[in-house]
T-cell receptor, first 112, second 114 residues
Framework: AQSVTQPDIHITVSEGASLELRCNYS??????LFWYVQSPGQGLQLLLK??????LVQGIKGFEAEFKRSQSSFNLRKPSVHWSDAAEYFC??????????FGAGTTVTVRA | KAGVTQTPRYLIKTRGQQVTLSCSPISGHRSVSWYQQTPGQGLQFLFE???????NKGNFPGRFSGRQFSNSRSEMNVSTLELGDSALYLC?????????????FGPGTRLTVL
């Protein structure tokens, strides 16, 4: 069965600093990987996705993620964080049984 | 193109009652999935429908059920509500529900059970 681990429950970062959120997955087949962001009281918005090809993928809002098969990781990065990036971030893997499996999420706090 | 819509946005019910939540997918999307989000359990998959057929169901009791109509709109029903059913219920739609299809999420329905 597929699973996703996000080791960091909460990260605090200063505005303008870089951000990296970790994600490790377990899936037997080729993984389809996603990062979503959720602002308080809102649904999930897709930041980026990895299906195949270039292992560095670019997303919206200046985010990027790197797929590393050898480490079963799909870490999310942003070079310079803005106060509006404060939110909860979820890594997910798509499976052949028509569902997404999500990690527990990482809450990002941005301090001025 | 309009996004995924969910109604109602907020609901307050009491234990033992039943509730029906509605989801309208993005036009052209035929797969609708439902997820329950709670602080303790995170995001958990409830079920997925495609062309009015349930293709997968998560590990939830039979009190949770759903259906999909011919226009791809979906409803989920929870009978005999329990306090633990308080959650944000998210609906997502995609073209066909395959692992590589993007899922687009609605804003959710916040259910509070008293």
């Amino acid at each position: 069965a597929q699973s996703v681990t996000q080791p960091d429950i909460h990260i605090t970062v200063s505005e303008g600093a870089s951000l990296e959120l970790r994600c490790n997955y377990s899936y037997g087949a080729t993984p389809y990987l996603f990062w979503y962001v959720q602002s308080p009281g809102q649904g999930l918005q897709l930041l980026l996705k990895y299906f195949s090809g270039d292992t560095l993928v670019q997303g919206i809002k200046g985010f990027e993620a790197e797929f590393k098969r050898s480490q079963s990781s799909f870490n999310l990065r942003k070079p310079s964080v803005h106060w509006s990036d404060a939110a909860e971030y979820f890594c997910a893997v798509g499976s052949n049984d028509y569902k997404l499996s999500f990690g527990a999420g990482t809450t990002v706090t941005v301090r001025a | 193109k309009a996004g995924v819509t969910q109604t109602p946005r907020y609901l307050i019910k009491t234990r033992g009652q039943q509730v029906t939540l509605s989801c309208s997918p993005i036009s052209g999307h035929r797969s609708v999935s439902w997820y329950q989000q709670t602080p303790g359990q995170g995001l958990q998959f409830l079920f997925e429908y495609f062309s009015e057929t349930q293709r997968n169901k998560g590990n939830f009791p039979g009190r949770f059920s759903g259906r999909q109509f011919s226009n791809s709109r979906s409803e989920m029903n929870v009978s005999t509500l329990e306090l633990g059913d308080s959650a944000l219920y998210l609906c997502a739609s995609s073209l066909a529900g395959f692992s590589y299809n993007e899922q687009f999420f609605g804003p959710g329905t916040r259910l509070t059970v008293l």
